[in-house]
């Protein structure tokens, strides 16, 4: 198993453009989330889903799309990059979160270093 | 607002000495608490999660309902245990990961 897989590692893009970042799961869960990890802020979750159709927001979900279509994939899109959105984004998946998170251990991604200039 | 804090951001002790890392909350209801730990060049992983009351690598977490906290704690710092921590509540579908602690333990 690969489990949580994202791409890309590293990423620069200029103010107003728009990317898409990826993650994928191999581990058939149902749960799925991003997070943006700033300095001094801790984790921030932007948008979790549920199960494949089903997406919420999280915290901070302003500029940020999200969409799931199969089980195994839940890409992220920057509509209009900002500076602000300068960070570091993780992606975590659970078996399931749907009535209880506690023996549904979130397994995370290896991260993508973003920087919008 | 839903919050979680953890005080620290920095945290040194000696290898051997007892380390607590603070985690305090307030969130309606009974959220359920976590601790999830980043070793240098490893993705975060869960540590523990209090409703099992268990002790890994050698550590525990003690919910106080009453002062809502759940401080990490552990009797003899290994240097391996230097490391970022996080607290992490969970409810409604969501978990709120606090800022972190930078944990260091000198040999």
């Known amino acids: 198993n690969a489990g949580v897989t994202q791409t890309p590692k590293f990423q620069v893009l200029k103010t107003g453009q728009s990317m898409t970042l990826q993650c994928a799961q191999d581990?058939?869960?149902?749960?799925m989330s991003w997070y943006r990890q700033d300095p001094g802020m801790g984790l921030r979750l932007i948008h979790y889903s549920v199960g494949a159709g089903i997406t919420d927001q999280g915290e901070v979900p302003n500029g940020y799309n999200v969409s799931r279509s199969t089980t195994e994939d839940f890409p992220l899109r920057l509509l209009s990059a900002a500076p602000s959105q300068t960070s570091v984004y993780f992606c975590?998946?659970?078996?399931?979160?749907?009535?209880?998170?506690?023996?549904?251990?979130?397994?995370f991604g290896p991260g993508t270093r973003l920087t919008v200039l | 607002a839903q919050r979680v804090t953890q005080p620290e951001k920095l945290l040194s002790v000696f290898k051997g000495a007892p380390v607590e890392l603070k985690c305090n909350y307030s969130y309606s209801g009974s959220p359920e608490l976590f601790w999830y730990v980043q070793y240098s060049r490893q993705r975060l992983q869960l540590l523990l999660r209090h409703i099992s009351r268990e002790s890994i690598k050698g550590f525990t977490a003690d919910l106080n309902k009453g002062e809502t906290s759940f401080h990490l704690k552990k009797p003899f710092a290994q240097e391996e245990d230097s490391a970022m921590y996080y607290c992490?509540?969970?409810?409604?579908?969501?978990?709120?990961f606090g800022t972190g602690t930078s944990l260091t333990v000198i040999p």
């Open positions: 581990m058939n869960h149902e749960y």
């Open positions: 975590a998946s659970s078996y399931s979160l749907r009535f209880s998170a506690t023996y549904n251990e979130q397994f």
């Open positions: 992490a509540p969970y409810t409604g579908n969501q978990f709120y």
